[in-house]
């Protein structure tokens, strides 16, 4: 069964400590994937999206980075307004998009 | 440039009775797709409309339909509903099908 597992759960950082997420998938003909943040009690923010093995994009402190089997979401010296939940999603050709659980980071001051 | 504004934000029904959701995509999008989220759960396919027509669904049951109008707003309605049913609902929307979907604020659906 195709699947997206994101990795931790959740993740408590001091401010200026930086880290990275994962993101795995065992889909096949993979199209995209995409990482979202979302706020609590909001809907997922675009952040990113990546299409082939080695592809990489930056948005300010973040860095996504693709693999073949998985992504990987780098943030560098966060800041507290950089906790929320990170969610990763992947299509495939002409298929909904599969979303993992998230992973919840938390950067305290 | 309005993103995708849902209506109404807080719904709060009760068990058996049926609602109906409202979503208006971004401008310049033409899909309109629908996603559940459970607490501490990523967002799980509905549906998805494009030319006012349903162009695929997830694995949820008859209960939950929709309508897209040629405006390319959209409407989710879930009937008999149950506990089960309390989420957030989810629309985003997309120029031509996949790809980078936007996503509105939801509507937060509580089934007592």
């Known amino acids: 069964e195709d699947q997206v597992t994101q990795s931790p759960e959740a993740l408590r950082l001091q401010e200026g400590e930086s880290s990275s997420l994962n993101c795995s998938y065992t889909v096949s003909g993979l199209r995209g994937l995409f990482w979202y943040r979302q706020d609590p009690g909001k809907g997922p923010e675009f952040l990113f999206t990546?299409?082939?093995a080695g592809e990489e994009k930056e948005k300010e402190r973040l860095k996504a980075t693709l693999t073949k089997k998985e992504s990987f979401l780098h943030i560098t010296a966060p800041k507290p307004e950089d906790s929320a939940t990170y969610l990763c999603a992947v299509e495939q050709a002409g298929t909904a998009l599969i979303f993992g659980k998230g992973t919840t980071l938390s950067v305290s001051s | 440039d309005a993103g995708v504004t849902q209506s109404p934000t807080h719904l709060i029904k009760t068990r058996g009775q049926q609602v109906t959701l409202r979503c208006s995509p971004k401008?310049?999008?033409?899909?309109v797709s629908w996603y559940q989220q459970a607490l501490g759960q990523g967002p799980q396919f509905i549906f998805q409309?494009?030319?006012?027509?349903?162009?695929q669904r997830g694995n949820f049951p008859d209960r939950f339909s929709g309508h897209q109008f040629p405006n390319y707003s959209s409407e989710l309605n879930v009937n008999a509903l149950l506990l089960g049913d309390s989420a957030l609902y989810l629309c985003?929307?997309?120029?031509?099908?996949?790809?980078?979907?936007?996503f509105g604020p939801g509507t937060r659906l509580t089934v007592t």
């Open positions: 985003a929307s997309s120029p031509q099908g996949w790809g980078e979907q936007y």
């Open positions: 990546l299409y082939s």
């Open positions: 409309y494009y030319e006012e027509e349903e162009r």
């Open positions: 401008s310049g999008h033409d899909t």
